[in-house]
Nanobody, 123 residues
Framework: QVQLVESGGGLVQAGGSLRLSCAAS????????MGWFRQAPGKEREFVAG????????SYTDSVKGRFTISRDNAKNTVYLQMKSLKSEDTAVYYC????????????????WGQGTQVTVSS
């Protein structure tokens, strides 16, 4: 009952910034934990950042700590990923996901997914 649509991806030079957005429809995300994942060519999908319903728990993978910021606006049914100091290794398709309960890292624990948005970092 949750439909997710990502936007904000594109081509950016190394060191630059992008903000990704994930808009939910049909059902409120207020009671859901939200996560951002990414998948580069030839690699497995990996957890990037997660945030629970109240934003009292926020998690990041080590490679993006200090550079990426996840946030949510439940009134707007939207979650964001602010990305700064981008590196070539950040190049991937970025996916928004949702689940009931706490933030977890495994992709299999998320039942709702967006279509993905491409982020390409040039160097």
């Amino acid at each position: 009952q949750v439909q997710l649509v990502e936007s904000g991806g594109g081509l950016v030079q190394a060191g630059g910034s992008l903000r990704l957005s994930c808009a939910a429809s049909r059902r409120s995300i207020s009671l859901f934990a939200m996560g951002w994942f990414r998948q580069a060519p030839g690699k497995e999908r990996e957890f990037v950042a997660g945030i629970n319903w109240s934003a009292s728990t926020i998690s990041y993978t080590d490679s993006v700590k200090g550079r990426f910021t996840i946030s949510r606006d439940n009134a707007k049914n939207t979650v964001y990923l602010q990305m700064k100091s981008l590196k070539s290794e950040d190049t991937a398709v970025y996916y928004c996901a949702a689940r009931r309960g706490p933030v977890v890292f495994a992709t299999s624990e998320y039942g709702y997914w967006g279509q993905g948005t491409q982020v390409t970092v040039s160097s």
